[in-house]
Structures are given as C-alpha cells and as structure tokens.
C-alpha cells in the first residue's frame, strides 16, 4: 500500500477543476507532512497557450502551498501522458497520485476514456481521484460521508489513513455509512428489520474500520441502511444530513468490472451534489 503518504502528486491541466482540487492536494500534503509535486503535462504538439495555462495554474498552486509551509516543487513535462507520470512518480518515489474529475468527465462513464482511468489501470500507486462540486469550501469541508462495505476490508488501512488525516487536519466530523443492498422486491421487508439486525451485520463489516479510525484519533459516527441500489443511498445520506465531502473507494478488481457494467462510482461522480473523492489504494 501506499501509506503513509510522503511523497504526493498531483496532475494540473490548467483547468479550474484541476487548481480548485489542487486545494485537497495541498490540505493532504500539509496533513501528511509529505512533499507535494505539481506536474502538468503538455500532451503532442500542444499550443503554447495549453503551456502557459498550465505553467500558470502550478505557479498559483506552488505559491498556495509554499504559504502553508508545504514543501511543493511544480514540473511541466511534453510527452505521453502515462509515460511522464510514470517516470516522474518511479524517480521521486511518489507514494499517491490525485487528479481532477473535469465536469466533461462526470457526463461520461467515468472509468472509461478519462485521465482517473488511465492513471488506476497503469499505476501501482494510490490514485485519488478528485470532483470538486463546492469550489467555495476550497479544500476545507467540515463532514465528511465515508460509504464502507465489507469487500474492502483488505484496504481499510489505507482508506483510514487518508480519512483521519484530512479529518484531523480539517477538524471535521466523519460518519461511516453501510449501506446493506437487498433487491428490490424483498425491500418492503429490509425496511421493518429490527435496528439491531442491520447494526450486528454492520458491526462484522465495519468495525474494523471504525477502531483504526480512533487509533488516529477520530471518532466516527455510523449510519446502516438497506436499498436496493448502493449509490443513491449514498447520495441521499449525503444530502440529508448536509456533507460536504464523500470519500468512496474503489479497487482494481472494481476497475476491472466496471468497464463492463454501470457502477455506483460512476453514478456518485455524476450526480453527487457535494465534492467526491475516490481512492483505488496501492496494489
């Protein structure tokens, strides 16, 4: 895995999606003490104007970050998209990459065709992907929503790591949501199960979780719901109760068959109404 996150990347296009989720890479270095590399990079024979708006948005951000005593050191790179990465992240011993979800992306299946695919099929790294929806809060939502389910128990560690840092760091309040799934026609039913079931069945899926949490010093809260659909429960806890910030997970595994099939991380990219993060931890 790659924690704890010393070495941090983020990709800059010179867009304002990109410079306002620069804002949560800037807020995870600082709360990780890591080092921070800006690298925008010129695709082709890009204009020279994609060069200069690029080169701008890692001056604004590098100024940013040296003022909250970040070590920050921004790179413009010309080349293949994959391969710059890959040899800046291999030479500096990056442990996560973060890039921006543009709002062209949450029009189209996320996980095909876009900058967060490429980088979670060619990467080894941690790759946080980010969807700046409230650029208002700049990097400093105060709850967060952090949907959980069994399968990832292989990669709470890391998902616990990057929650308890950027919640300790933005004090916020953090509540865990599992979210049961039952088809539709038994959910009539799911509705009238006694509290205590669905809170038993959340204890074995997420309390692990939960203690490594409070072992970096956050007490979570906890919600369980049945549904028969995963993403818009998240999204209607998220509405209710006023988050500002969702932090979901996905694995290589998910990646592999979302390709083929609709996911509830492409639904969340596309319909949250508050900002997103997905992380595909280290492999």
């Not at 941090?8 to 990109?18: E, K, P, T």
């Not at 890039?99 to 790759?127: E, I, K, N, P, Y």
């Not at 659909?229 to 997970?249: K, N, W």
Request: with cysteine; net charge positive; glycine share 10%.
């Amino acid at each position: 895995m790659g924690m704890p996150y010393r070495h941090i990347l983020m990709l800059v296009d010179g867009s304002f999606n990109a410079e306002a989720a620069g804002r949560y890479a800037l807020l995870l270095a600082q709360a990780c003490e890591a080092r921070l590399l800006l690298l925008g990079v010129v695709e082709g024979t890009g204009p020279p104007s994609e060069a200069i708006g690029i080169e701008a948005s890692l001056e604004r951000l590098a100024g940013q970050g040296r003022e909250r005593g970040v070590a920050v050191e921004p790179y413009l790179r010309r080349g293949e998209f994959i391969a710059v990465v890959r040899e800046l992240t291999t030479r500096q011993g990056v442990d996560a990459v973060l890039a921006a979800a543009r709002h062209a992306d949450a029009r189209r299946r996320f996980f095909v065709a876009t900058a967060g695919s490429r980088l979670m099929a060619a990467l080894d790294l941690s790759v946080i992907v980010v969807r700046v929806v409230n650029p208002g809060r700049l990097g400093r939502p105060h709850r967060f929503l952090v949907p959980l389910r069994g399968g990832d128990a292989r990669w709470f560690p890391e998902k616990a790591y990057l929650v308890g840092r950027l919640a300790r760091a933005c004090q916020a309040r953090v509540e865990i949501l599992h979210v049961r799934r039952v088809r539709k026609r038994y959910f009539p039913w799911a509705v009238g199960l006694a509290p205590g079931t669905l809170e038993s069945a959340a204890d074995r899926q997420v309390g692990g979780f939960e203690d490594l949490l409070k072992t970096q010093g956050v007490t979570p809260g906890r919600r369980v719901v049945a549904a028969p659909a995963v993403a818009p429960a998240i999204l209607t806890e998220a509405a209710a109760h006023h988050h500002d910030l969702i932090i979901a997970g996905a694995t290589a595994q998910d990646w592999r068959a979302r390709l083929l099939s609709e996911s509830p991380i492409e639904t969340l990219m596309s319909q949250t109404l508050c900002d997103l993060m997905v992380l595909r931890p280290g492999r």
